[in-house]
Structures are given as C-alpha cells and as structure tokens.
C-alpha cells in the first residue's frame, strides 16, 4: 500500500554536513508521526528525531543541537539534517513513519529500507 524511500547518505568528514531525505508514496491518507532511526554495527536501533503532523519534535540527547527534522507535508516527506558530524553518528539510518492508506482506518507503521552514513576522515 505504501512505501518510504531515504535517501541522501554517503561519506562525511568529521565535523561535515549531511541531509537525508525520506519520502513516502503510495495510497497515502494521512502521515501522523515521522522519524528517523539509526543503528551503528553490534549496537541496538536508536530514535535520533522525531516529529508530528503538527510540526513539535523531540531528539536523541546524543544529536540534540546538531541534527534537525523537517518535514514537507505536501511532498509526504521528512528530513534529516545533520550539522557538526562526528565518528560515533556512522550509521545505517531508518526512515519511519505512521501511514493511514486508502480502505484502512487505521495507522500502520511503516520502515525505509536505510541509507548507510560514514563519518570518517
């Protein structure tokens, strides 16, 4: 019924930018909450950000004041920009999303299928 596709990964220097994108397609209702999630290997999947339809968010303590969540409700898309990028922030990150799809009353979650963020010199 419905997919998310990230993109905007790649290789970072220390203390460079990067901006992920996540956009949602499909028989597409309602978006409720989006986020965005990250798991660095042989350690457990983390919430970086988050945020509502109505545009509040909340943030991991470890990127607060260096990542943003945005989002452009008319393009079904959330974003992700990452400012001051450190080593630790390497990752696969997760696009998720709360989808209501045409014939259903309810939300479901949906997940991006990740893009890969190397911070590294």
């Known amino acids: 019924q419905a997919q998310l596709v990230e993109s905007g990964g790649g290789l970072v220097q220390p203390g460079g930018s990067l901006r992920l994108s996540c956009a949602a397609s499909?028989?597409?209702?309602?978006?409720?909450?989006m986020r965005w999630y990250r798991q660095a290997p042989g350690k457990e999947r983390e919430l970086v950000a988050r945020?509502?339809?109505?545009?509040?968010?909340n943030y991991g303590d470890s990127v607060k004041g260096r990542f943003t969540i945005s989002r452009d409700n008319a393009k079904n898309t959330v974003y992700l920009q990452m400012n001051s990028l450190k080593p630790e922030d390497t990752a696969v990150y997760y696009c998720?999303?709360?989808?209501?799809?045409?014939?259903?009353?309810?939300?479901?979650?949906?997940w991006g299928q990740g893009t890969q963020v190397t911070v590294a010199s």
């Open positions: 998720n999303a709360d989808l209501m799809t045409l014939g259903s009353i309810i939300y479901v979650t949906y």
């Open positions: 499909g028989r597409i209702l309602s978006i409720n909450m």
């Open positions: 945020i509502i339809n109505g545009g509040a968010t």
